[in-house]
């Protein structure tokens, strides 16, 4: 792998751990001529986009930021020319909507280290810092990996959680590491860029985005 391209808002301008598997990285807002695409976390998405109004719990502004609209603009950009996406916490977000889920705008569990759980069965421990989660209901994805542990709430725009997630009980999985096929994408809700460099965290999302290039299909 060559070229990765990096959003110029959040996250390490050198890339790691990804930079592990290109030979350079770049800045997107200067050349979006790129083998992949990486959104790094950040401040809340704007509820527009995926369809709802702000709740009592989000930090959105009022409007959508000029990053909201690069961004968008980038992953439309990468969907036209089927350039990899990888997403790390906000950026994770910022996907599932763009593939039509949406957000619950607050969940609790998520500050510091804990466990999660791959689809193999390995337990890894994962960083994360964040109040949002990705909503994957009705969405095509593969769930790579889920949190051992729960929310307190799962609140929408409402406030309140929705009736399909209350209806699995403690069968709910709190997404981790996600694969949007449909757009050659990874998200990951945690941070592996906080994370130790020979990390299993760390080396588990660099499998998961050289997994992602391997594909014959989209």
């Known amino acids: 792998m060559k070229t990765l391209a990096y959003s110029p808002w959040g996250g390490p301008t050198g890339c790691f751990p990804f930079n592990n598997l290109f030979d350079q990285v770049v800045d997107g807002s200067k050349t979006m001529a790129a083998d992949a695409f990486v959104l790094w976390g950040g401040t809340d998405i704007h509820p527009s986009y995926y369809g709802q109004p702000h709740s009592s719990y989000s930090q959105a502004p009022t409007l959508p930021s000029a990053r909201d609209i690069w961004e968008w603009k980038a992953m439309k950009y990468c969907l ?24 619950f705008q607050h969940v609790t569990h998520h500050m510091g280290n804990h466990n999660m759980i791959t689809n193999t069965g390995e337990i890894i421990d994962t960083t994360s810092c964040h109040h949002q989660m990705l909503d994957l209901h009705g969405v095509p994805h593969e769930l790579l990996a889920w949190s051992t542990g729960r929310s307190m709430c799962y609140f929408t725009s409402e406030d309140s959680a929705p009736d399909y ?4 009980g403690d069968a709910f999985k709190e ?30 999302c660099n499998e998961q985005v050289v997994a992602l290039f391997e594909e014959t299909t989209v």
């Open 80 to 103: 036209s020319n089927n350039i990899p996406i990888i997403g790390v916490c906000r950026g994770a977000q910022f996907m599932c909507a763009f593939v039509g889920g949406k957000l």
């Open 165 to 168: 997630v209350l209806e699995q």
């Open 175 to 204: 997404p981790e590491v996600v694969h949007f096929p449909t757009i050659r994408g990874i998200g990951i809700q945690g941070h592996p860029e906080w994370a130790a460099r020979k990390s299993r965290f760390v080396e588990f």
